[in-house]
Every structure is written in C-alpha cells, then in structure tokens.
C-alpha cells in the first residue's frame, strides 16, 4: 500500500461555479484554474520527489482544509476556533473535494478511481490544504 502527503499552504478555496460567456461558452473561474494548477504543481513536485508514478489503482483519499482565524474576531471566538468549537461555513465542503480534478494524470489516471473521500473543515493557526492519498 503506498501513501502520498501533499500539504499546501495558504487560504483553501473550494471549486467556483462554472461560468458562462454571451457566447454560452462554459469556462472554470480564473482563481479557481489558478488554485488548481498550483495544487497541481505541488502534487507533482510530490510525486517526482518521492519517486511516485501515476496509478491506476482505487484509491482512498482524506482532505483536511484548515482555514485562517479571521483577525477581526474575539479573543473569546478565536479561542472556540482553536479548540474545534466552531468551523468554517463557506466554501461548502462538497467544493472543496471537486479540487481534486488537479490530480487527474499527476497522482491517479482519473478521480473516478477514488472510491472513499473524507473530507473535514476547521480553523488552525496555518492555513493549508492536506491530501493524503492512498491506494
């Protein structure tokens, strides 16, 4: 069983709502395609580092999206958010896990071969995103 860690810093952001031109052309918002190819290289820098191919077998994956104590709350609040007593709201958890299109080709062939996702939200000192990827 091989295990892959990918841990990115900064604010998480969940996947936007497709957009359309006057054309009716769909295309993905353009901080969503940013934060997507930066995870992207971050799981590639992963993956060459750790001498790790591309696999084509099911795989389990765990999200952790730990999101920054806003500056403008309470010490009492922000002290709640320390000890895990209040999460994030937005983005909605379900978009956060639709950023995993960016591993498509780099860590597995295709997302259809993930057949467990746990995903959770909460509040830490460090923003970051932390994958783990098992298969």
């Not at 860690?5 to 996947?15: D, R, S, T």
């Not at 295309?27 to 799981?43: D, G, H, I, Q, S």
């Not at 780099?106 to 259809?112: R, S």
Request: hydrophobic fraction near 40%; charged fraction near 25%.
């Amino acid at each position: 069983m091989t295990t892959a860690y990918i841990w990115m810093n900064g604010q998480p952001i969940g996947k936007g709502r497709p957009r359309f031109t006057r054309m009716g052309r769909v295309y993905t918002p353009e901080k969503t395609r940013k934060y997507e190819m930066r995870l992207a290289a971050v799981a590639s820098d992963y993956m060459v580092a750790h001498g790790l191919e591309v696999t084509s077998k099911p795989c389990s994956v765990l999200i952790k999206a730990q999101f920054e104590i806003p500056k403008s709350w309470t010490k009492a609040k922000k002290e709640a958010a320390r000890n895990h007593e209040i999460y994030p709201g937005k983005p909605d958890i379900d978009n956060m896990a639709k950023v995993l299109d960016a591993f498509n080709g780099i860590v597995w062939d295709d997302d259809a071969q993930i057949y467990e996702l746990k995903a959770f939200k909460r509040y830490a000192e460090d923003p970051c995103l932390i994958t783990t990827v098992t298969w």
